[in-house]
């Protein structure tokens, strides 16, 4: 019958990743070991090799999607023989009926067994832990009343394939041990940190003043772990000292050569002036570092607006200096002023 290929787990906290690109189409044949498309999960774009053979079917998820929860139906295989007509209706496989829970007795009869050689033991596993295994090796598992739980991967990233279930139904594996009829309680998750919406964070620039890049996959991780790390990790500043003797010299002469307005000079450029107008240049030059966020994309600036702190009395205000890469020096320090 046909078989599907899931959206595979490619690290052990992977839930969900983007299917960035299909490196085969429908009709194709691959064998075990061929790579058959990208995924994009929170820390990189991986190589995603076919684990069984056949021939591509149906692709059911289209390259470029995000947010593929793991284990979804991404395509399915035919096996040799079949064609396109035994996919069921939605591009699946038929579900296979779950078994039924077996009655206590049933185990009576075999506590009389004769005792049998104890088998090597089974790999161990977390009783939560997730079990990657291809469509095709559960299925033959299933039907030769094999636990798959048991049983070592030897395909990618530790992954159960067809070979694995046969050799353990050649060897021998221990029967399934019981699984408790109730899961204990999740933990309570923790309260996400709130802040400004992102229509609220639009607002605050005119439209058209910005272009949107929407995150990936590794830029959002980035973020959440820069958010936590901000939120329970103790944070120092550091400084470092410069010389400014050029940039004064500087400034002297440009205060000298300073035209008269009503008998004193026009402006007179402080050291934060300079400063103002360095960083403006350097937002300009590194637009990456001239953004703001959003849950969903970083608004990258066309112009650099700088803030500067002021002290009063009972606090500071922080007047904007709007495009600030476009003014002159003398422009800058009339506006602070």
Known sequence: MPTEILMPALSPTMEKGKLAKWLVKEGDNVTSGDIIAEIETDKATMEVEAVDEGKVGKILVEEGTDDVAVNTAIAVL???????????????????????????????PAAAAPA????APAPSREPDARIFASP????????NGIDIALLSGSGPHGRIVKADVEKAQKDGVPAAAPKASAAAPAPAAAPAATGPSDDMVR??????SYEEL???????????RLSESNATVPSYNISVDCQLDALLKLRGEL?????????????KLSVNDFIIKALALALRDVPMANASWTSSARLLHKHSDVGVAVAIPDGLITPIVRRAEEKALSAISAEVK
């Open 255 to 267: 205060n000298k050569a300073a035209p008269e307005k009503d008998g004193k000079p026009a402006y």
């Open 136 to 143: 095709l090796a559960r299925r033959i598992a299933k039907q």
């Open 78 to 108: 035919l096996e040799e023989g079949e064609s396109a007509d035994d996919i069921k209706a939605g591009g699946a496989p038929a579900a296979e009926p779950a078994p039924k829970a077996e009655a206590p007795a049933a185990a009576a």
């Open 214 to 224: 929407p995150h990936d996959g590794m830029r959002k991780t980035i973020a959440s």
């Open 116 to 119: 049998q050689a104890t088998p």
């Open 203 to 208: 607002k605050l620039f005119a439209e058209g």
